[in-house]
């Protein structure tokens, strides 16, 4: 069965230390996004992409930043951790080019990394 | 400014009884609405959604009503099921695009 997978699942690290996040699916899809859950704001776009080499910010992109070289994998690197970064992320994906795909609508969560800086 | 919001953050029901999960838009250029519901450890999943053409859309026991001139949509599900205890999420996308604005979530507790 495709799938969109997360890792790691459970990350501590220290304030101005690089981390990265990996997520890779494999149904192909075009859209790739990453979100991050916090308590009263639900989930945030940080940074997506419509395709390999394309990447776009999202509303929090601030601190982050993101890469696609290829369909399946888009990682989320934190240049330099803050403890505001502390949060769960969520990333996803969905068909369709980069017009909204109305035939399907919805987004295909991982299951989430949770980052707690310290 | 928030554009999409759940007013509400915790909703108890009693198992059997309706279930209704309210949400708010600011954006008028939002035409596409959809819910998402989130267990513990688990990523969102997709439950059900609307177009702006549509007032009402249902799926088994979810129905989604939007009111357009409210810019309001609401989820009910009926009847409510201890396995519907979850995190409901709200969310728009104005077509524009293939991305989503979500709401802050309501916590749905159904109670044996």
């Known amino acids: 069965d495709a799938e969109i997978t997360q890792s790691p699942r459970h990350k501590i690290t220290e304030t101005g230390r690089q981390v990265t996040l990996a997520c890779h699916q494999t149904?192909?899809?075009?859209?790739m996004f990453w979100y991050r859950q916090d308590l009263g704001h639900g989930l945030r776009l940080i940074h997506y992409?419509?395709?390999?080499?394309?990447?776009n910010k999202g509303e929090v992109s601030d601190g982050y930043s993101v890469s696609r070289s290829n369909t399946e994998d888009l990682p989320l690197t934190l240049e330099s951790a803050a403890s505001s970064q502390t949060s769960v992320y969520f990333c996803?994906?969905?068909?369709?080019?980069?017009?909204?795909?109305?035939?399907?609508?919805?987004?295909?969560f991982g299951e989430g990394s949770r980052l707690t800086v310290l | 400014d928030q554009q999409v919001k759940q007013n509400s953050p915790s909703l108890s029901v009693q198992e059997g009884r309706i279930s209704i999960l309210n949400c708010d838009y600011t954006?008028?250029?939002?035409?596409?609405f959809l819910w998402y519901k989130k267990y513990p450890a688990e990523g969102p999943t997709f439950l059900i959604s609307?177009?702006?053409?549509?007032d009402k859309n249902e799926d088994g026991r979810f129905t989604v009503f939007l009111n357009k001139s409210a810019k309001h949509l609401s989820l009910h599900i009926v009847p409510s099921q201890p396995g519907d205890s979850a995190v409901y999420f709200c969310?728009?996308?104005?077509?524009?695009?293939?991305?989503?604005?979500f709401g802050g979530g309501t916590r749905l507790m159904v109670k044996p």
């Open positions: 149904w192909n899809h075009n859209n």
């Open positions: 992409s419509y395709g390999v080499q394309d990447t």
């Open positions: 996803a994906s969905s068909a369709g080019t980069s017009v909204f795909n109305r035939g399907t609508g919805e987004l295909f």
């Open positions: 954006n008028s250029m939002f035409d596409y």
């Open positions: 969310a728009a996308s104005d077509g524009a695009g293939n991305m989503l604005t």
């Open positions: 609307i177009s702006s053409i549509k």
